[in-house]
T-cell receptor, first 114, second 112 residues
Framework: SQKIEQNSEALNIQEGKTATLTCNYTNYSPAYLQWYRQDPGRGPVFLLLIRENEKEKRKERLKVTFDTTLKQSLFHITASQPADSATYLCALGTQPSNTGKLIFGQGTTLQVKP | DGGITQSPKYLFRKEGQNVTLSCEQNLNHDAMYWYRQDPGQGLRLIYYSQIVNDFQKGDIAEGYSVSREKKESFPLTVTSAQKKPTAFYLC???????????FGPGTRLTVL
């Protein structure tokens, strides 16, 4: 069966450290993968998109990797701050890529402690 | 300010009543989407629309209906046929199909 898995347990780290979140998938052939941030009671906010032929994408303190062989994406936040505390969702854009449909993981909650 | 709005933020209804959730965007986006989010779960796609007067079922369309008569508007009706309607409903739009999606603030529906 098709699955997208993100760590269901909250990730607790100290301010200034690098947070690494994992998104694993099975039985999908994603054309691209997106990461979103969601704060409690609010809609998700887009962070980064990485396509199947890209290995890595960066944006300021954020970095995303995409390994289609391992069927995994890693999302890194360097020099983390308490304001980075939120739930982070990965979402796959599946083939055929022209549908625009996204399949979301359940999200991982990150808590950055000062 | 450009954006996507949903109203109301909180909605209470009695069991057996239909209810319509509003979603409006002024981003000039072609594609619009409705998702449902339950505690501890990811977003699940209910319906999506690529252009005006056209829409497709998502993964959990049963008990829901939509219309897309205007580019800016994509209302969702939760019918009495939906067995577990209490949830957080999110509307989103995108400039085209596989770009990033912009989300509204959500409507929390509680059916009593």
């Amino acid at each position: 069966s098709q699955k997208i898995e993100q760590n269901s347990e909250a990730l607790n780290i100290q301010e200034g450290k690098t947070a690494t979140l994992t998104c694993n998938y099975t039985n999908y052939s994603p054309a691209y993968l997106q990461w979103y941030r969601q704060d409690p009671g609010r809609g998700p906010v887009f962070l980064l998109l990485i396509r199947e032929n890209e290995k890595e994408k960066r944006k300021e303190r954020l970095k995303v990797t995409f390994d289609t062989t391992l069927k995994q994406s890693l999302f890194h936040i360097t020099a983390s701050q308490p304001a980075d505390s939120a739930t982070y969702l990965c979402a796959l854009g599946t083939q055929p890529s022209n549908t625009g449909k996204l399949i979301f993981g359940q999200g991982t909650t990150l808590q950055v402690k000062p | 300010d450009g954006g996507i709005t949903q109203s109301p933020k909180y909605l209470f209804r009695k069991e057996g009543q239909n209810v319509t959730l509003s979603c409006e965007q002024n981003l000039n986006h072609d594609a619009m989407y409705w998702y449902r989010q339950d505690p501890g779960q990811g977003l699940r796609l209910i319906y999506y629309s690529q252009i005006v007067n056209d829409f497709q079922k998502g993964d959990i369309a049963e008990g829901y209906s939509v219309s897309r008569e205007k580019k800016e508007s994509f209302p969702l009706t939760v019918t009495s046929a939906q067995k577990k309607p209490t949830a957080f409903y999110l509307c989103a739009s995108s400039i085209w199909l596989y770009n990033e999606q912009f989300f509204g603030p959500g409507t929390r529906l509680t059916v009593l």
